[in-house]
């Protein structure tokens, strides 16, 4: 069965990096793009970037645009996501997803950017 399972997230000052991955099992990872999501407190599931399958083509939400990057290691399973400049408003539990027939969804991991 599909599994994505995210880690990196912690506490983060203002202008700090982190660096997410997102372990894929269960599925053809190299055939797939893959998504990164996330979900602040009260606000709705937005999208943050994707990358196709052979990772030659990414795109990005404008909120995210030159500080954050995703790549993936398709002989690990892996996705990531480098997120640079962290702002206070990147805070959010943050997903990978693939789209298959469904959506299949991680259990996410918490980004908190505070002094």
């Known amino acids: 069965q599909v599994q994505l399972v995210e880690s990196g997230g912690g506490l983060v000052q203002p202008g700090g990096s982190l660096r997410l991955s997102c372990a894929a099992s269960?599925?053809?990872?190299?055939?797939?793009?893959m998504s990164w999501y996330r979900q602040a407190p009260g606000k709705e599931r937005e999208f943050v970037a994707l990358?196709?399958?052979?990772?030659?083509?990414?795109n990005y939400a404008d909120s995210v645009k030159g500080r954050f990057t995703i790549s993936r290691d398709n002989a690990k399973n892996m996705v990531y996501l480098q997120m640079n400049n962290l702002k206070p408003e990147d805070t959010a539990v943050y997903f990978c997803?693939?789209?298959?027939?469904?959506?299949?969804w991680g259990q996410g991991t918490q980004v908190t950017v505070s002094s």
């Open positions: 990358i196709i399958n052979t990772g030659g083509s990414t």
């Open positions: 269960g599925f053809t990872f190299s055939s797939y793009s």
């Open positions: 997803k693939v789209r298959k027939i469904y959506d299949y």
